[in-house]
């Protein structure tokens, strides 16, 4: 059975910075694809950053380019989150999720495994 736990979460000033963690279990870590999602009070989960399984390569939404910076480490099963210049807007629930498909990387159906959650307060 495949876990995700998340940490990092906290309460930060505006313009601080949190590295979140997200530190998997069971499955074969390497081989996935990984991304980030956040969910705000009475807003949809949407997308922050993605790591692909090969090569590495990543994708931002636009809010947070240039701020955030998403890697994974296969040797200890965890991929990140950099998360710098933090503002009031990003305060939300965050969770890592494994892309199981080859769904679009924008939507949550191409997600098979998520992590509970942690709660993320940007103070302005």
């Known amino acids: 059975q495949v876990q995700l736990v998340e940490s990092g979460g906290g309460l930060v000033q505006a313009g601080g910075s949190l590295r979140l963690s997200c530190a998997a279990s069971?499955?074969?870590?390497?081989?996935?694809?990984m991304g980030w999602f956040r969910q705000a009070p009475g807003k949809e989960r949407e997308i922050v950053a993605y790591i692909a399984w090969i090569g590495d390569s990543t994708y931002y939404t636009d809010s947070v380019k240039g701020r955030f910076t998403i890697s994974r480490d296969n040797a200890k099963n965890t991929v990140y989150l950099q998360m710098n210049s933090l503002k009031a807007e990003d305060t939300a629930v965050y969770y890592c999720?494994?892309?199981?498909?080859?769904?679009?990387?924008?939507?949550?159906?191409?997600?098979?495994?998520w992590g509970q959650g942690t709660q993320v307060t940007v103070s302005s």
């Open positions: 999720a494994r892309r199981a498909s080859s769904g679009s990387r924008y939507s949550l159906d191409s997600y098979d495994y």
């Open positions: 069971g499955g074969t870590f390497s081989r996935y694809s």
